[in-house]
């Protein structure tokens, strides 16, 4: 019976994917993945994703404040897509990987960049600068069925009503196979998990009583008043 049970869940998509936000495990970033950032920073185009990880404890949902922690002097928004995995996801080709998805959200990787600056520079990890409280807002899980396209989706975001970040998922360079495969290779993706795919030009810093507003296509809206710690 429990071998059976064990198969059927590796078969069948997650039924409780709504539920990501308290049932996931872990949260798998990817930076520097749209060709207009790369542009931007006139940097060489990334060859493999360049992935890190962040705390389900940096989750937030709308209704609750971006809290800035005192010890950071300069924090960024970033728009993205994230991406739910449905099912137990290890050693995966990029031809079957979307059948791992369960869904999306729309969701915000908010970076210290004041920390991750440092810490590029000596080789540290981006762990303190990525994974601080309040750093990962998420909005409802989005089924997959609602999403045509999940590489034809229009990216915005506001501060205080004036557009910083527009663009469209078409434009990251890694897709969502090629990201689920290649993470797949170093360790297990689980029901739950979330991928963040990356981010379109525009990052900047916010401040202390800013109105943060975001959006993905018509599928989803997110608005967070920003606090002091």
């Known amino acids: 019976m429990v071998q059976l049970t064990q198969i059927l869940r590796m078969a069948c998509p997650n039924q409780n994917a709504a539920n990501f936000l308290h049932d996931g495990k872990k949260i798998v970033g990817v930076a520097l993945n749209y060709m207009d950032v790369v542009k931007a920073r006139n940097v060489p185009v990334p060859q493999e994703p360049l992935v890190f990880l962040k705390p389900t404890s940096s989750y937030l949902q709308e209704g609750q404040p971006i809290v800035l922690p005192k010890v950071f002097t300069k924090v960024a928004y970033e728009v993205e897509l994230g991406v739910?995995?449905?099912k137990p996801c290890k050693n995966v080709s990029k031809t079957d990987a979307m059948s791992y998805v369960a869904g999306y959200c729309l969701a915000l990787d908010?970076?210290?960049q004041c920390n991750l600056g440092a810490a590029r520079a000596t080789g540290h990890p981006w762990t303190l600068g990525k994974g601080f409280d309040t750093s990962t807002p998420v909005s409802h899980f989005i089924p997959l069925e609602k999403v045509n396209d999940p590489h034809n989706l229009q990216l915005w975001l506001t501060v205080n009503g004036a557009?910083?970040?527009k663009g469209c998922t078409?434009?990251?360079i890694f897709k969502v196979p090629d990201i689920i495969s290649y993470v797949s290779k170093y360790m297990t993706l689980e029901p739950n998990d979330l991928i963040l795919t990356g981010t379109p030009n525009g990052s900047d810093a916010f401040k202390a009583g800013d109105v943060i507003e975001c959006g993905m296509a018509d599928?989803?809206?997110?608005t967070f008043q920003v606090e002091a710690e």
Do not use: P, R, S, Y
């Not at 599928?219 to 997110?222: D, M, S, T």
């Open 163 to 165: 557009v910083k970040q």
């Open 84 to 86: 739910v995995i449905g």
């Open 110 to 112: 908010l970076t210290a």
């Open 219 to 222: 599928l989803a809206k997110l």
């Open 170 to 172: 078409a434009d990251l």
